[in-house]
């Protein structure tokens, strides 16, 4: 397997899990505005889990777009992204 197929592999994968834990956050934030027992804490909880899930949409957003660019891109360019992304990908 080339380097750009792992690249694009690992990537697939790393969105798929920022995917799974959106929905997971989501979740928790529904399950735990249902235990509120205020609206002002509700309000509260929604805020919180909103930042959070912006941020995790932006990190996709981000994965996304880098492994567009990875695929469009030449194999010569591939050690290039490799260390770019190196901390999402482990």
Known sequence: MS???QLIKKLE????ALEK???A???EAAKK???AETEEAGAEIKSEFTEKIRSI???ITTVKT???????AGEERMEEFK????DWIG
Do not use: F, H, P
């Open 25 to 27: 956050e989501k979740a």
């Open 33 to 35: 505005q249902a235990e």
């Open 21 to 23: 834990e959106a929905e």
């Open 3 to 5: 380097l750009k197929d």
């Open 13 to 16: 994968s790393r969105v798929n």
């Open 66 to 72: 880098r492994l567009d660019e990875i695929k469009i």
């Open 83 to 86: 260390r770019q992304i190196g």
């Open 57 to 59: 949409q932006s990190d």
